[in-house]
């Protein structure tokens, strides 16, 4: 780029450098416009004789259109791009989503020098029309080299960040306590409903029963028939592991257990399994309050159908610390 001060009227096609306002105060025309005809008439009736602008060389790529060809690579699912000035380009949910990220393409992308990416964080839900990414170029341009390997990475190895879609999640509940499973239905079901809400989820099955082996079995088996998106188990006991209650139940039912502690506070005593597809989450002591927990971290991706692993639950250690 030539940044330099030239007439006016002879500024056509070129790129600001600074904004212009009028006398009042008011913007005229935003840094990094590029000047049309029209505008050098707006200009010179405003009384400008001279302004501060740059062009493009031979090798450089403008600014928007960096940016524009970077958020079609690194995104995809449930999501529109739209440019905003200053070498913006937003990514925005166009319906209920997960935002899943790839962390380490992200921090890859991020060290080059052309262009920088912010996202939303890994597992959490957006909402319609909300923004979920961020596009932001170096000022004016891009060198064509530099850009043409951001875009060869993402090929190759994006996309950085997917919108995965929460339609109509279902969830089954189910309330144990070492005595009378009604208990445990009334300490946590206004909680569980709160929270629930807050993911636009339907509670559309819920049993609650006496914590002993058969008769969890039997009660996860009942929900796993009606086929929810996900199953809670909202223990009034705190398990010592997957040795215990829940978990051989879990086991007789014919489940993976994938993971037992999660580094996150509160919600260490998670046990995550899953029956085919179905995941089943026990997070004893997670469902007595709307505060975050555990279980805020993980129904996003488990209502838009995304299978977490345990190496993924170990990984949420980092910000894990919630309060």
Known sequence: MRPQTVDVRESTGRI????IFRAGGRKLLAKGHVLSPEDVRLLMTEGLGQVWVTELEDGEVAEDQAVSMVAQEMGCGGLEIRLAAGGRANLIATENCCVLVDDELLRQINCTSSVVIATSPNFSMAHTGQRIATVKSAPF????????????????RGPILQARPIRRPSVGVLYTDANDGERARVLFESVMRQRLERFGAMLTFALSVTEQEEIVTRSLLHLLRARPTVILVASTTAPAGPEDVIGRAMAAAGCHLERFLAPVEPGNLFLLGYKDETPIVSAPGCFRSVKNNVVDLVLPPMLAQYRISGWEVACLGHGGLLG
Do not use: D, F, H, K
């Not at 600001?16 to 904004?19: E, S, T």
């Not at 530099?146 to 090929?155: F, P, W």
């Open 16 to 19: 600001l450098c600074n904004p």
């Open 141 to 156: 341009a891009v060198a064509q080299s530099q850009l043409e390997t951001v875009v060869s990475i993402l090929r190759e």
